[in-house]
C-alpha cells in the first residue's frame, strides 16, 4: 500500500487576471466637464451659423447621452473648436461671479416646488415618486449660458416651466407615461438654453415655454453674469 501522504490542502480557485492594457483616450468614461466642454462648442457654432437650430438640438440629445470621451468627438469634428485632440477637459478658470451648486428636487408622496427669483445652477436634478415636482424658471437668475434639468417621474410627474425667451430642448424616454418637451428657439442665440433629459415610468413630465413670461433685459443679465460675448 502507497503510504506517501498526500496534500488535501484545497487548491486555490484561479483569480481572473485583471488586463494591464492602458485604457485608449476615447474610451475614457466623460465627466459632466467633458459634455459642458462640448456644449460650449455646439453653442459657439450656433451662434456662428455653421450649425442650425435642428442640427444644434440634435447634437445636443447626442452630448447628454454620450457615455465615453470618444462618443463627444465625432459631434464637434466638423468644426473649428472641435479639431483640437479628443480628450478630458481641463479644469475651468475660476469664475469671478458666485456659480450655484447642482440641485436636486426629491418628491416622494409629496410635492416639491422652486419658483420666485433663484439661482439656477448648470444642473438640476427632479425625481418624483408617487408626488410631484414643479420647476419655474420664469423669474429664475441664470448663471450659465445652457443648463441641464434630469427629471425622473415614477408614479409621478415634473411640471417644468421656462420662460417665453429662452431656447427649451431636450428629449427622454417614456414607459407607459408620457416625456414631453415643447421646444422652443430664443430669437436671441446669446439667450439661455434649457436642455431637459430624463425618464418616465407610468407617470409623465412636461416641459414649455410660459407665454407671457419673459426674462427681462435679458442682454443686461447675459453681460453681467458672463454669458454672452
Known sequence: MD???????????????????????????????????????????????????EEHAERIDGVYTAKTVGELEPLVRDLPAGRRAPGPAAPPPPSPYPQPQPQTLVAIFSGSTRKGRWSVGRRTSAFALFGGVDIDLTEAVFHQQEIVINATAIFGGVDIKVPANVSLRGSGTAIFGGFDVHAQEADDPRAPVVVVTGFALFGGV???????????????????HGLGH
Open 3 to 53: 503510504e506517501t501522504p498526500r496534500d488535501n490542502a484545497p487548491v486555490p480557485a484561479a483569480q481572473p487576471s485583471l488586463s494591464k492594457k492602458p485604457v485608449a483616450e476615447g474610451e475614457l468614461r466623460a465627466s459632466d466637464a467633458d459634455r459642458d466642454r462640448v456644449a460650449d462648442i455646439l453653442r459657439e457654432a450656433l451662434a456662428e451659423g455653421r450649425l442650425d437650430p
Open 206 to 224: 412636461e416641459a414649455k415655454g410660459k407665454k407671457g413670461k419673459f426674462l427681462k433685459n435679458l442682454t443686461d443679465r447675459m453681460r453681467k
